[in-house]
């Protein structure tokens, strides 16, 4: 039985809502319906929680892929991450999943140790936080960390980590859940891209169902979480897609297994199952690729 457990401190960050009583700044000043803006939204309440309840999420991380893979033997592909240095002026939104997914691109060529790629992509990183504006409250900017750890792939991966969970933590403190939702939402579907269409050997067919089993879970976290963002029709177009993946996914039949305290898969994921995945993500990623990059003339 082959184990993986990369990062097993690192793969999984918790979500934590309140509901607390009391006034929430739920008007808006600004009535202007656009759909780059992200309606403040009161999660708690969304979510039927009582005052003082606590609900717990668990999410991917840039660098859950990536190792999951390295550990698989799977080969390095270039071919499968996004363009540099052509990111285009955009909304907050698309900004926000491009975001994940280059800090997802970023995790894959730090865990494979493509040095010059990764900076190219610390590069983009940088200029999208600066547009949503993030930058500012990333500690000591995060290509210049990037750029002077360059020899050491544990403070790589922690840096990584470090301007994923900041950024999100800016947000939170800001009252902007939303974009934080979405910048998550970005790593999960350049992950789950990357992990269905990368090849896997036979011999590692098993732990690349159970990462399967993990994309699932999660994917039922984001749906949740995001339907109630769905007034603004750009995160519609998103939640309506991830639903059509879900459906996909349901076909899927996970237990919970007791005694292993672990979910399992009753039978093997079928090749046209793992096609129907791949297809579904990567329409979704192609439709914010073209979003947020400039066109090719």
């Not at 939702?181 to 992950?191: D, K, M, N």
């Not at 879970?217 to 603004?232: V, W």
Request: aromatic share 10%; hydrophobic share 40%.
């Amino acid at each position: 039985m082959h184990k993986i457990n990369p990062w097993s401190s690192y793969l999984i960050i918790s979500l934590f809502f309140f509901a607390c009583s009391g006034d929430e700044n739920s008007d808006d000043s600004n009535d202007e319906s656009s759909d780059t803006l992200i309606e403040n939204i009161n999660l708690p309440e969304q979510l039927g929680l009582d005052s003082g309840e606590v609900k717990m999420f668990t999410m991917p991380t840039p660098l859950q892929i990536a190792t999951a893979l390295r550990v698989m033997n799977v080969d390095y592909n270039e071919n499968l991450l996004l363009e540099n240095g052509n990111i285009a002026v955009a909304s907050d939104i698309d900004l926000s999943l491009s975001l994940g997914m280059y800090l997802t691109d970023l995790g894959y060529t730090t865990v494979y140790n493509n040095t010059q790629k990764s900076l190219s992509y610390a590069k983009d990183i940088q200029y999208i936080m600066e547009e949503l504006p993030i930058a500012l409250y990333v500690n000591d900017g995060f290509k210049k960390r990037f750029n002077a750890n360059l020899e050491n792939q544990d403070s790589l991966c922690k840096i990584i980590l470090d301007g994923y969970n900041e950024a999100n933590q800016y947000i939170s403190e800001t009252e902007n859940e939303g974009l934080g939702l979405l910048i998550l939402t970005g790593a999960y579907i350049e992950g789950l891209y990357i992990a269905s269409s990368s090849n896997v050997s036979n011999i590692w067919l098993d732990e690349h169902d159970n990462l399967f089993i993990q994309q699932k879970l999660f994917l039922d976290n984001f749906i949740l979480l995001l339907e109630g963002y769905t007034s603004n029709s750009k995160i519609a177009v998103v939640v309506n897609k991830l639903t059509k993946l879900k459906v996909v996914f349901d076909e899927i039949n996970v237990s919970f297994n007791d005694e292993n305290e672990a979910y399992e898969l009753s039978t093997p994921i079928t090749p046209a199952s793992r096609n129907k995945i791949n297809l579904l993500i990567t329409e979704l990623r192609n439709e914010i690729v073209n979003n947020i990059q400039i066109k090719n003339s």
